[in-house]
């Protein structure tokens, strides 16, 4: 796969009280186009900062990445963030609202479809889930057919059994649509399970970096998902 987006040196410091934080310190890295790279680390570790960098919602301090001007982008934060006032069908359609309504319809039909919303398309964010919630979040970063899809613990808000479903959706989702994402986590079962490659951080750099393409049959195989884990867990308790 060929890399679409290159980060250089990036470094990000802040001043508090006089003292300078380092929230990313000098990290270098290269995105494949079709990749789901997930970012598992400590709360604090620069992930989220990282992440909003690349978004452009934030201004790296030094460093330079290459490639996020040539292509769309959608963020999906870790609350659903719907306009109550707005139905499901509507929320998912927002960020094409200046476009023809009967030019666009196919596409939210097959994008409520694809995400089990169909039936619910003319209900209010108060009246659906908070799986729901996030999948309708979801179906409008789709439907803006963005190249990269950046998430921020999408999932976090979640119980366990929604959590767990969700994540099953969201790899049958990706291995059939084209788009590479980044998927910060602080949960690393979630991450081995849904990363092309993790990436460990911690104190603002990244310090590890696994290749799970290989690795196939790795949630079959029980033993090699451990040995997995306790290697990320090892990395960030030293």
């Not at 929604?162 to 989702?173: A, S």
């Not at 092309?196 to 049959?217: C, H, P, R, T, Y």
């Amino acid at each position: 796969m060929k890399s679409i987006i290159q980060i250089k040196n990036l470094t990000k410091k802040y001043k508090i009280e006089g003292r300078e934080i380092r929230a990313l310190n000098n990290i270098n890295l290269e995105i494949n186009g079709g990749s789901f790279t997930t970012i598992v680390g400590k709360s604090g570790c620069g992930k989220s900062t990282f992440l909003r960098i690349i978004a452009g919602l934030e201004t790296a301090t030094s460093g330079q990445i290459f490639g996020t001007n040539k292509i769309k982008s959608s963020l999906v934060f870790q609350e659903a963030r719907l306009m109550p006032w707005l139905t499901v069908e509507e929320n998912i359609l927002f960020p094409l609202k200046n476009k023809k309504k009967n030019k666009i319809q196919p596409k939210v039909e097959e994008k409520l479809q694809l995400l089990g919303l169909k039936e619910f398309k003319d209900a209010y964010p108060d009246q659906i889930s908070g799986g729901m919630a996030q999948r309708t979040a979801l179906g409008r970063a789709l439907i803006f057919e963005s190249d990269l899809i950046l998430m921020d613990e999408p999932l976090g808000s979640l119980d366990a059994f929604n959590r767990y479903k969700l994540q099953e959706e969201l790899k049958n989702i990706f291995s059939e649509n084209d788009k590479t994402v980044i998927f910060v986590t602080h949960d690393i079962d979630e991450a081995i399970f849904l990363g092309d490659q993790v990436l460990v951080m911690d104190s603002g750099a990244i310090i590890e970096q696994f290749n799970l393409k290989k690795e196939l049959n790795l949630l079959k195989d029980k033993e090699k998902y451990l040995e997995l884990k306790e290697e990320i867990l090892s990395e960030l308790k030293a």
